[in-house]
């Protein structure tokens, strides 16, 4: 196993962060575009396969890590973490495919084209593995077909 530094381990763990915090933003834009005021299970998995699948420009790399790197040295010891409500319509039972939008502006038309092709996708990039893996797991879990 390879020795890695505390600093290594930060970088790593910021890059989740900011990778996450960008699927997060494409997941509020494909909500935005299908006319829903509340994103969907549908939107977090599809803004998770746009970012695992589409690699992100420099400019946004670093306004990410800026982000992460900004929400790290506030002190959040005194704030409340905000708990997330679970609808009831998002509550799965029966098994079912993962919605598209009909919006044909690019970041959606690409989306759609990702969810096409993420059955047959493969990385040997250590962050994508760990953004394919819980992908995939949570599509098992929550019965959810791509």
């Known amino acids: 196993m390879e020795f890695q530094t505390e600093e290594q381990i930060e970088f790593f763990f910021k890059a ?3 990778q996450t915090k960008s ?3 494409i997941s509020e834009i494909l909500c935005e575009h299908s006319g829903r005021d509340k994103i969907s299970s549908d939107d977090i998995i599809t803004g998770l396969i746009y970012r695992l699948m589409t690699p992100m420009e420099d400019s946004d790399i670093n306004k990410y890590m800026k982000q992460i790197d900004e929400l790290f040295e506030k002190d959040t010891s005194s704030e ?3 708990e997330e ?3 009831d319509d998002e509550i799965i ?3 079912r495919v993962i919605q598209r939008n009909s919006c044909n502006c690019d970041l959606c038309i690409q989306a759609r ?3 096409e092709n993420y ?3 493969e990385t040997i990039d250590p962050l994508g593995k760990i953004f394919h893996n819980s992908i995939k797991k949570t599509c098992q879990e929550y019965r959810l077909s791509i």
């Open 16 to 18: 989740v962060a900011a």
């Open 23 to 25: 699927a997060s933003d």
């Open 80 to 82: 409340e973490e905000e």
């Open 85 to 87: 409500e679970i609808d």
């Open 93 to 95: 039972t029966e098994p």
């Open 113 to 115: 084209v990702c969810l």
């Open 119 to 121: 059955k047959n996708y």
